[in-house]
């Protein structure tokens, strides 16, 4: 049974950090891609980063690249999500979701491990807060 569970948020004042954890089981943790998302009061979740199993690949959306970095352990079938200098807009429920992409490199585009739709398997979802 494919298993996700986020952990890590919290309340923070804006300009702090968090580090999120993605705890993953049931699958094949090199051949996934992971990516962790986001679902803001109102309005429909977005990607914010993801990181590619086969290869290590990463990439974040513009509005936190410099401030949030994505990152794994291999031996704990464990991702990341290191988030500083957090602004209120960040404000957020996060999700993390995986993937298998093997054979898919013909398929994959800049954006296709951004968009929800492409992904199987979801976490429950971990509250952040950015206080002004």
């Known amino acids: 049974e494919v298993q996700l569970v986020e952990s890590g948020g919290g309340l923070v004042q804006a300009g702090g950090s968090l580090r999120l954890s993605c705890a993953t089981s049931g699958f094949a943790f090199a051949d996934f891609a992971i990516g962790w998302f986001r679902q803001a009061p109102g309005k429909e979740r977005e990607g914010v980063s993801y990181?590619?199993?086969?290869?290590?690949?990463?990439d974040s959306i513009d509005s936190v690249k410099g401030r949030f970095t994505i990152s794994r352990d291999n031996a704990k079938n464990t991702v990341y999500l290191q988030m500083n200098s957090l602004k209120p807009e960040d404000t957020a429920i996060y999700y993390c979701?995986?993937?298998?992409?093997?054979?898919?490199?013909?398929?994959?585009?800049?954006?296709?491990?951004?968009?929800?739709?492409?992904?199987?398997?979801w976490g429950q979802g971990t509250q952040v807060t950015v206080s002004s």
């Open positions: 990181i590619r199993g086969t290869d290590g690949g990463t």
């Open positions: 979701a995986a993937v298998g992409i093997i054979g898919l490199d013909g398929v994959l585009t800049m954006t296709t491990l951004f968009e929800e739709a492409f992904y199987d398997y």
